[in-house]
């Protein structure tokens, strides 16, 4: 699923609105604006170079299914009101059930801050091992001050009108999640896993408040 370029350009001017509009999970657009998890998951899609592992893919596997034509699998620690597979579905991601270097990219996408902060180097260094050399992760987070705001709006909307606009507000939060992650935080346990080239793609149609952080297996 690809935007035109018209669509691109419309939802660049309004994405201070859209940056507020409450859209609901899983929901592409609303007043013909995209919704930012969609426009995640495109540049995310964009990014990957084959048959993809997702991991936190969120309720629907929408990566894989809606950007990827079905090339890859989707995994996450929660099943999201049945709309995964048994076989999506771990309570540790700490150890991936793949054998070393089953994919070509490996997604998380606003994934890496509520992996408790105590199991990021182990979780990366699964990605690492998954990944065949010349393979890539793809990992996309916001500013810090865009988490923040975003998750404080989407939260205030679920106590004034009861609806679940925030997917993190259908699970239990771990103590160790957090709203964010530094980009130097990023780019260092990406390193220490063992990846290199790392660079930081900022998503235009967001004025650059979101990023995708793309690193090789060499």
Request: charged share 30%.
């Amino acid at each position: 699923m690809k935007r035109s370029v018209p669509q691109k350009m419309l939802d660049t001017v309004t994405f201070p609105l859209r940056a507020v509009l409450p859209f609901r999970a899983g929901e592409r657009s609303r007043w013909g604006l995209t919704s930012r998890a969609s426009e995640r998951l495109e540049y995310a899609a964009r990014e990957t170079v084959g048959y993809t592992l997702d991991v936190g893919c969120g309720p629907g596997n929408r990566l894989v299914v809606d950007y990827l034509g079905g090339n890859g699998f989707g995994i996450d620690v929660f099943d999201y009101n049945g709309s995964l597979s048994r076989e999506q579905v771990f309570d540790d991601l700490t150890t991936f059930p793949f054998e070393d270097a089953r994919f070509d990219s490996v997604t998380l996408v606003a994934t890496l801050h509520h992996i408790p902060r105590s199991s990021r180097d182990k979780e990366l260094s699964e990605v690492y091992r998954v990944l065949k050399p010349g393979g890539n992760v793809v990992l996309t987070q916001a500013l810090p001050i865009a988490e923040i705001l975003i998750h404080k709006i989407t939260r205030v909307h679920a106590r004034l009108f009861g609806r679940h606009y925030d997917i993190d507000l259908l699970r239990d939060m771990h103590e160790e999640e957090e709203d964010h992650v530094r980009d130097e935080e990023i780019v260092e346990r990406l390193a220490r896993a063992g990846f290199r080239d790392i660079r930081r793609k900022p998503f235009g149609t967001q004025w650059g408040t979101n990023r995708a952080f793309v690193g090789w297996k060499r």
